[in-house]
Every structure is written in C-alpha cells, then in structure tokens.
C-alpha cells in the first residue's frame, strides 16, 4: 500500500489470513523516513515461509526491507541501503526460503545486482554490463535454494525510451 496522507508517498505492508483478514493492526511502516512526493517501482515478494521483502526509492537511492510473518521488519527501521544505486529507480526484488534476497536494478548499461544475508548485511554484488546498451530490471523468481531467474530490458542504444527494446533472460 503507498499512501499520501502526509503530503509524501510512504510504503506499507498488510498480510492477510487464509480467510483474506487483515492480520497487521496497523499496517507495517515500510519506509517511516521516505520524502519522495512521487511514486516509482516498488517490487514485493513473498518467500515461502512467511517473510515478505520490499524494494523502493527513498531520497534518490534504492531500498530494500524484510518483514517476518509476524509483522517485524527484520532490517532495521529503514531497510538496508544498495550501494551504487543514487539516481536509479525500478528495483526487483527475489527472496529465499533461507531470509536472504537479491536486488536488482538497471543503471544506464548496467545491470547490477546485490545480495543481501538473512541478518540484513550485504553480501555479494555484481553487474552485467552491456557497453552502449541500456538495460532496466524487469522480473526475478526465486529458482531452487538461492538460486533465481532473472528478466530484463535491454535496449539496443543507451536510451531506454527511444531505443529498440528486447528482453534477456538468464
């Protein structure tokens, strides 16, 4: 749910039982520090044992958070901050059965990617960089442990609107 009532978009989370009850009272505050007065991409996905993470914009940079089944966020108040990700929007977000989830987003002929543990410290990151190309996060499904799939858009100039466009898989 992203609500304007205090003049700035703010992410919130709600899980529902079995019988589609609200089970959060209130909602849990994703991004309680968030500023923005627009709304971009926001990614949501829920693990198989009850954890849902969220990947957003705040302030000019991406975020990502993990909230339990209980409704706790397990990331500190704000999520955990992807490095080298100032100025870029439309992360994706995968999570695994062992609390860990990767990150991706696109960043001009960039496509990074950022692990980060069960406890919310980052693990490994890497890009596929395409010189000349502009590539933008597209999908991710989790795979078997904590492997996954990931879909992007990958232009054929470095402008993502102007550009001919095809999808990559891996």
Known sequence: HTDNSSGTYKHSLQRLDASGALTFSPPVDVSPTRVNSATF???????NVGNAYMAYDQAGALYVQKVNSAGVKQWGDNGVLLP???GNLGPQVVGFDDGSAVVA?????????????????????????E????????????AG??????????????????SRKGLKIQ
């Open 41 to 47: 991409t926001v990614d949501l996905y829920a693990d």
């Open 145 to 162: 442990g904590t492997e996954f799939i990931s879909l992007w858009v990958r232009a054929e100039g470095t402008n993502t609107v102007t």
């Open 105 to 129: 987003w696109g960043a001009t002929v960039n496509l990074r990617f950022q692990r980060i543990n069960s406890d919310g410290t980052l693990g490994g990151a890497w890009a596929f960089t």
């Open 84 to 86: 080298n990700s100032t």
């Open 131 to 142: 010189t000349g190309r502009a590539q933008v996060a597209s999908d991710m499904v989790a």
